[in-house]
T-cell receptor
Framework: DTAVSQTPKYLVTQMGNDKSIKCEQN?????MYWYKQDSKKFLKIMFS???????INETVPNRFSPKSPDKAHLNLHINSLELGDSAVYFC??????????????FGNGTRLTVT | GQQVMQIPQYQHVQEGEDFTTYCNSS?????IQWYKQRPGGHPVFLIQ?????EVKKQKRLTFQFGEAKKNSSLHITATQTTDVGTYFC???????????FGTGTRLQVTL
């Protein structure tokens, strides 16, 4: 059983479209994240939720809207997609939000290509 | 904001050679984690270091946390082709689960 699963694996879309990425974890973790990995492999945190509550919201355009219906799910909706949004988006989870002895478990990633 | 830099950016070694990547933070860390990402894969947690000067080993991998808790290193002895990937350090300042990932070091190993 996959611990952190995200769908879709690949997403190719045109500029201006709206798309969503879904993430689910079956580890019983309290905290979930969205990370963006650009073409240079830099990993940057976008959002973090703890028990459905937003605790980290980095400087991300408001076209990106996360939603956590329960602590096992964290979805990412992107409006009006732009070329610069092309990247790999990773969902991750951790036991709690403190960071102490709480490593991240990543999903397999969603490769988003905006044309 | 906090910055975490890694050097080198890329290293190509022959199988059997040693490899080291260095991680430097602009701020003092409460702990540091290391991850490995295989080509086309996702980051996988390797280890966490918490104490100043801590050294941990996993088979051929040796991890160190600096005395000032601002730097760390990962050393691989006698690399194998299975070691290929990008190694990331990730620093935690202890506030609200905000891990800051390093810039990564890509390791290529050839026979």
């Amino acid at each position: 059983d996959t611990a952190v699963s995200q769908t879709p694996k690949y997403l190719v879309t045109q500029m201006g479209n709206d798309k969503s990425i879904k993430c689910e974890q079956n580890l019983g973790h309290d905290t979930m994240y969205w990370y963006k990995q650009d073409s240079k492999k830099f990993l940057k945190i976008m959002f973090s939720y703890n028990n459905k509550e937003l605790i980290i919201n980095e400087t991300v355009p408001n076209r990106f809207s996360p939603k956590s219906p329960d602590k096992a799910h964290l979805n990412l909706h992107i409006n009006s997609l732009e070329l610069g949004d092309s990247a790999v988006y990773f969902c991750a989870s951790s036991l709690d939000w403190t960071g102490d002895n709480s490593p991240l478990h990543f999903g397999n990633g969603t490769r988003l290509t905006v044309t | 904001g906090q910055q975490v830099m890694q050097i080198p950016q890329y290293q190509h070694v022959q199988e059997g050679e040693d490899f080291t990547t260095y991680c430097n933070s602009s701020t003092t860390l409460s702990n540091i984690q290391w991850y490995k990402q295989r080509p086309g894969g996702h980051p996988v947690f390797l280890i966490q270091l918490v104490k100043s000067g801590e050294v941990k080993k996993q088979k051929r991998l040796t991890f160190q946390f600096g005395e000032a808790k601002k730097n760390s290193s990962l050393h691989i002895t006698a690399t194998q082709t299975t070691d290929v990937g990008t190694y990331f350090c990730a620093g935690n300042t202890g506030t609200a689960s905000k891990l800051t990932f390093g810039t990564g070091t890509r390791l290529q190993v050839t026979l």
